[in-house]
């Protein structure tokens, strides 16, 4: 993709949605951890399933600990990998309390020093909750830069550098919300949607998809 084609790519995508946000539900910034943490290969539907009875009866880093993981297994056991995310819950949890009095930490370093809180956990907690232009690579992400060409690469991480980079200033905060829900939506895996894709003018990616 040009670089004069990126500002209207994403113009057309904020005009379309001017506030998105993640597709995972949630009321403060310690159920956002929770959530995203157990959103790896996951849908957000089946997250959002499980956290619709977990939080309401345990929503804080403490009453999650006080349910033990027996409780805790029980409550999120129809999302996939629910034992060992289980596991990483309990001992963030743990963590948040004795190491940060029961507050999500702002860091990157500290995000990512919680169990089962990788790079791209830790960008989503600091893009939504605390409005940092970072770029969570997700699937849809990975997928959207490289067949569109507006940042190809390897793998996330340099999908994310390249995104870091070519995305325009006044677009970065909500950025990666636009390629998530484009990518979920529209440009899926399978057979992208090119037929009603918004942003198609702007696209690399040649065999466009007839309409069925």
């Known amino acids: 993709m040009k670089k004069s084609d990126i500002e ?16 995972l539900e949630y009321t403060t910034v ?3 951890l929770a ?3 157990l959103s790896a290969q996951a849908t957000d539907v089946g997250v959002n399933k499980a956290t619709r009875r977990l939080f309401p009866v345990a929503g804080t880093p403490e009453k999650i600990l006080a349910l033990g993981l027996e409780g805790l297994e029980d409550s999120i056991k129809t999302i996939g990998l629910y034992h060992s995310k289980a596991r990483h819950l309990l001992e963030t949890c743990r963590m948040l309390v004795e190491q940060h009095g029961g507050q999500v930490p702002r860091t990157r370093e500290a995000l990512e020093a919680l169990p089962g809180v990788g790079r791209k956990t830790a960008n989503v907690v600091l893009n939504v909750a605390f409005g940092e232009p970072t770029m969570a690579v997700d699937t849809h992400i990975f997928r959207v830069s490289n067949r569109t060409g507006l940042a190809p690469g390897k793998n996330p991480l340099e999908v994310e550098k ?31 949607q090119c037929w009603h894709c918004s942003v198609a003018a702007w ?10």
């Open 162 to 192: 390249q995104l870091l980079k070519r995305v325009p200033p006044a677009y970065a905060v909500d950025s990666h919300h636009w390629l998530i829900l484009h990518g979920r939506y529209v440009c899926q895996a399978r057979k992208p």
């Open 8 to 23: 209207p790519f994403f113009a057309t995508l904020k005009a379309a949605n001017p506030q998105p946000n993640t597709e």
């Open 203 to 212: 696209c690399d990616f040649k065999p466009k998809t007839p309409k069925p």
């Open 35 to 37: 959530a995203v943490l």
């Open 30 to 32: 310690f159920e956002l």
